[in-house]
């Protein structure tokens, strides 16, 4: 683990007293700093609640805000709820998969988008959506994706 990471670690870990209802939160704010969950964070996390990393692993896996893998700048989260779904979704997937040039689940080469799809966005009434960098984008289209994208690689 390299030297500042192991210095962020320990300063977002500082900020929560021993205390295992501080799980979530200290998840949280590596998820944010890092945008994965470096396995030096979580064992650190476990030594700093006295918690077993295999309980840690356990909460890390169990909500999809977390990673244990990097993700990109960008999430890119295509709803597959019914209402998109119906209206066309997946076509938005399809079109991103190639905008993008990776599959759902993975990351760009360069690091700034990951593409996931995600079972309800909660704007079924605006469907099809996408959320970007937790924008939502709304009615939309196969033709809107190519500069919605342009606008977050600036």
Partial sequence: MNKVMNK???????????DKTS????????????????????????KHLDMPLARIYEVATFYNAFSLKPRGKYLVEVCAGTACHVKG???LLE?????????CGQTTEDGTFTLEQVRCLGCCSLAPVVRIDNNIHAYLTQDKIPRILKNYKK
């Fill in 8 to 18: 962020k670690i320990k300063e977002i870990i500082g900020k929560y007293d021993v």
């Fill in 23 to 46: 799980l979530i939160a200290i998840l949280q704010d590596m998820q944010n700093e890092f945008r994965y969950l470096p396995k030096e964070a979580l064992v650190e996390t476990g």
């Fill in 89 to 91: 979704g997946f076509n």
């Fill in 95 to 103: 079109k991103l998969e190639r905008e993008l040039n990776i599959k």
